[in-house]
């Protein structure tokens, strides 16, 4: 599956529960199992097959930056999904789940994104790179 962005976080954006500019978002790693939904899945809870901890990955996932640029020439909006390099792994990964982190129960934490690889990465006992992705909604 590609990659996409939640109908929910478009929801929760124009709803003003989540502010790109100020709210602090995470990323965590799921296996191939792991099936989005982007009319379903809302939050964090909806998410399967998160990866163990491994290295300097932990449950929960890493802070990311979410950053969104407004083209008016284009008539779109960028959603720029931060990257992240996890040392020491030993786990084979293939989507990366974004969301904001409430701090809380993962029922409150809202989805963003999901970038799937296009196919299974593994790191044995190296490092793991998630290189930064945009997403584009055209308006």
């Known amino acids: 599956m590609a990659s996409i962005i939640f109908n929910s976080f478009l929801d929760d954006v124009f709803k003003g529960n989540i502010d790109c500019d100020t709210d602090t978002f995470y990323a965590l790693l799921t296996s191939s199992s792991y099936t989005e939904d982007k009319d379903t899945h809302d939050r964090r809870d909806d998410v399967t097959n998160e990866l163990a901890a491994s290295g300097n ?71 793991f790179t998630l290189s930064a992705s945009t997403v584009r909604i055209q308006n």
């Open 57 to 127: 990955y932990v449950t929960g996932g890493f802070v990311a930056t979410v950053t969104v640029t407004k083209d008016t020439v284009n008539d779109r909006i960028d959603v720029s999904l931060g990257g992240y390099t996890v040392a020491s792994a030993t786990f084979t990964a293939r989507k990366a789940v974004y969301y904001k982190r409430r701090g809380g129960a993962s029922s409150a934490d809202e989805l963003v994104a999901v970038n799937d690889f296009g196919s299974d990465v593994t790191a044995t006992a190296g490092t």
